[in-house]
């Protein structure tokens, strides 16, 4: 999902309106050993400090240290994985994995191996609760009162995500996670979903290293206009 080999962890965020489940996989999700001069997920500021060249430089090479390129981070040897599911129209008493009456075999064991979550905050709109879930603010601080198709100039009411309001992908990437938003994308502008961008307000603007979806409140059943990061893909 990215180029950046370095990155061992990869966190999957899969997007369509509703919450229903939020499963940290329990799996380890580095190899290797974290970056010694980082302390990633730590309560500190980001992004970190630029690591400076420790050794001594004399007037030439010869009486210089060896050089040294400061090292990528790296998310904790124990770090999980984090996949986020969300459905459209669902809610907690609907499937099994919560107590409803729809059989939910696989999300049930999803839910055996990870942790269960369920004091989420649901607006009921597509929107305002993934800009509440992405941020972990109410929809009006995120900018998003309303669905992105019937924003106003009122403030809490633009659909337009506040540089001041990081995401959880933000958060993650800038600790070293690999992130992807897959599925539906309804918290970009409508002005601003076509190829020629700008691209602040696209998943890649909001944490996400990848992106693979369609744009809007909707697309077709079987002929879906599907963007790759900011590339429409062609229809077969």
Not at 13 to 23: E, Q, Y
Not at 188 to 211: I, K, L, N, R, V
Request: glycine share 12%; hydrophobic share 35%; with cysteine.
């Amino acid at each position: 999902m990215t180029s950046r080999p370095l990155r061992r962890a990869l966190a999957c965020l899969g997007f369509s309106v509703a919450p229903l489940w939020f499963v940290p996989l329990s799996a380890n999700a580095q190899t290797g050993s974290p970056t010694p001069s980082n302390t990633p997920m730590a309560p500190v500021a980001l992004p970190f400090t630029e690591p400076l060249y420790k050794g001594e430089i004399g007037r030439t090479f010869e009486d210089s240290d060896p050089p040294s390129f400061p090292q990528p981070v790296r998310p904790p040897q124990s770090a999980p994985n984090v996949l986020v599911v969300l459905l459209d129209d669902c809610g907690f008493g609907q499937f099994s994995t919560f107590g409803g009456a729809t059989p939910s075999p696989t999300a049930d064991r999803l839910a055996a191996d990870g942790l269960r979550f369920n004091a989420f905050h649901t607006t009921a709109l597509c929107s305002p609760t993934r800009a509440a879930f992405l941020t972990g603010r109410n929809h009006h601080a995120a900018g998003f009162g309303v669905i992105s198709e019937i924003t106003e100039g009122y403030d809490g009411y633009t659909g337009i995500l506040p540089k001041s309001t990081a995401t959880g992908a933000e958060i993650l990437r800038g600790n070293g996670y690999a992130t992807g938003w897959i599925g539906k994308n309804h918290n970009t502008p409508t002005w601003e979903q076509s190829p020629a961008g700008p691209f602040d307000h696209w998943p890649s603007g909001y944490g996400f290293d990848y992106f693979y979806g369609f744009m809007g409140g909707n697309s077709s059943q079987w002929e879906p206009a599907l963007y790759e990061n900011h590339a429409p893909v062609p229809r077969s």
